[in-house]
């Protein structure tokens, strides 16, 4: 099964920028989407970005489209997150997760990371 570690999370000001990296330990067989979810305190866990590992086709939540951007190196096996025009509600525990098809709902992704800490202060 293919190991995610997630790093880049950190403390920063609304309105800043922050990037978020997920290493992936390989590609197995049947693993062709790569995506952000991220959780708030109290709160369901909720999608935020999603990439294809072939043709890079990419895919946003209403939420943060426009602001964040998904990206990937085939060559380092890593996806990134970057997130521009940070707001106070972007605050959450970030999740790296990696399924076999196109999905936004959390029970789609059968690999995840342990999350990287992102708040944003007023």
């Known amino acids: 099964q293919v190991q995610l570690v997630e790093s880049g999370g950190g403390l920063v000001q609304a309105g800043g920028s922050l990037r978020v990296s997920c290493a992936a330990s390989?590609?197995?067989?049947?693993?062709?989407?790569m995506a952000w979810f991220r959780q708030a305190p109290g709160k369901e866990r909720e999608f935020a970005a999603g990439?294809?590992?072939?043709?890079?086709?990419?895919y946003y939540a209403d939420s943060v489209k426009g602001r964040f951007t998904i990206s990937r190196d085939n060559a380092k096996n890593t996806v990134y997150l970057q997130m521009n025009s940070l707001k106070p509600e972007d605050t959450a525990v970030y999740y790296c997760?990696?399924?076999?098809?196109?999905?936004?709902?959390?029970?789609?992704?059968?690999?995840w990371g342990q999350g990287t800490q992102v708040t944003v202060s007023s």
């Open positions: 390989g590609r197995p067989l049947g693993i062709n989407v």
């Open positions: 997760a990696a399924g076999p098809r196109w999905a936004s709902d959390p029970a789609s992704f059968g690999a």
């Open positions: 990439i294809f590992w072939t043709g890079g086709g990419t």
